[in-house]
Every structure is written in C-alpha cells, then in structure tokens.
C-alpha cells in the first residue's frame, strides 16, 4: 500500500498506551530489512534514513473522550467507535486526517468470557479486586484467560475503518503482583510459551517493563499489524 503520510494519530485518552506504542513504531523502525541499511553509505546516513522511515510511522496523540460503547464483540465496539469519531467531522469536531483507536478485552473462560467487551466498565467498577474475589477456589486451568485488542484504523480517503486484532493467552494470577503498566495488567500472567525464555517462569504484565511487555502483549500483537500495513517497503 502506498503510503504518504508522515503521521497517524492515535485517539485515546490513556497516556500509558500512547507511549507503549510510540516506543513500539520507534522499535520497528530499528527492524527495517537489511537491505533498506544497505542502501546507506554510512552509518549516519543509515540512521538518517531510518529516521525518515520511522516519520512515515509517527504517532501522534489527541486526547478526545469518545463514548464508550457497550456490544457484545470488542470489533464491532472498535468499528463503532472509529465510524462515530469520523463522522464527527459533520459537526465539524471530527479528525480529518488518518487515525486509529484501540479496545481491549479480557477474557476468562471460567466466568464465561466474563468481562470481555466490558472490561473498561467493569475495571472502572470493581477493578482488579473485583476479578480475584470472582476467581476465588479456582485453580488450573480455571484461571486460563486471553487478552485481545482490537485496533481500528480509518484513512483520511475513506470511512470504512480497517481492523488489526492481537491476543495473548495467560493466567489470572493469584493476587495483584507488579506496579508497571495499567488495567489487568497487575493479574494477568503470561504463558511461558509467550515469553519465549523456556523456563516456566510466569510474569504479570505489570511486572515487566515496556520493553518486555512489548513483545509478548495483545496490544503490541495488533499495533504491529498496523505498522505492517502502513509500512511503505
């Protein structure tokens, strides 16, 4: 897909994913094929050029509180919530030019996909507390759960927005554990397939930093997705 753009703006009103996924679009920059560096004559030419590419990717922020829309799927919320921010544009408070939005679910087979498209909801209302007294007395497999984001995408040249989902599956953990990140983070265990170490050993997400969160996240997954497509290679 050709792409002209020196920019994309996310519309959220949480800071800590903004800056998740600016430090991810300034990590796949870095990931540009070898032969994009082998263009360059010199190494301050290679990071010039890299820097131009990763312009072509630049997220930008506007802070907007759009509804919060209650369905029964996070992709039908996340199209919603994209087509509701584009027609805006009518009543001239709109977003003209390219932009993205994201929705997260958690959700816990042993509660029934429970809170699912209603996890911004029910964290406001109950928080992660909540979810632990819901999961109490229920061991193995009943604390199996998966993370999913949905990002919604929407050119400036047209109003279908395009989507780019992610998940990870892990474990509600026992109790709260890490102070990094925001949400469920603080409960919800990766696998150890996920981390890729091959030691067992399960983290909370609030327990890695940003650097290791953003390569194993449900969020990350589906940001990647977008830059794939946005990538001019």
């Not at 994913?17 to 991810?24: H, I």
């Not at 989507?163 to 026992?174: D, K, Q, R, S, Y």
Request: glycine content about 8%.
């Amino acid at each position: 897909m050709p792409w002209s753009k020196k920019a994309v703006i996310f519309i959220t009103t949480n800071s800590q994913k903004v800056k998740e996924l600016q430090a991810l679009a300034e990590d796949y920059a870095a990931e540009l094929p070898s032969q994009l560096q082998s263009q360059s004559q010199s190494q301050s030419q290679s990071q010039s050029q890299s820097r131009r590419l990763n312009d072509g990717i630049t997220i930008l922020h506007i802070n907007y509180d759009y509804p919060e829309l209650q369905l029964d799927e996070i992709d039908a919320v996340a199209r919603a919530s994209a087509k509701y921010i584009r027609e805006q544009e009518s009543a001239g408070i709109g977003i003209r030019d390219s932009f993205f939005i994201e929705d997260s679910g958690l959700y816990i087979p042993a509660l029934n996909g429970f809170p699912g498209p209603y996890s911004a909801f029910i964290f406001r209302t109950i928080g992660n507390e909540g979810i632990l007294r819901l999961m109490s007395g229920k061991k193995g497999d009943e604390r199996k759960a998966t993370f999913k984001t949905v990002i919604a995408f929407c050119e400036s040249a047209q109003r279908s927005p395009v989507l780019f989902a992610g998940t990870v599956n892990g474990n509600i953990a026992e109790k709260i554990r890490g102070s990094s990140g925001f949400g469920y983070d603080p409960i919800f265990e990766v696998e150890s397939t996920d981390t890729g170490t091959g030691t067992g050993k399960r983290k909370t997400l609030a327990e890695m930093s940003m650097e290791e969160k953003n390569t194993v996240s449900h969020r990350s997954r589906a940001f990647r997705k977008l830059l794939d497509y946005l990538s001019p290679l």
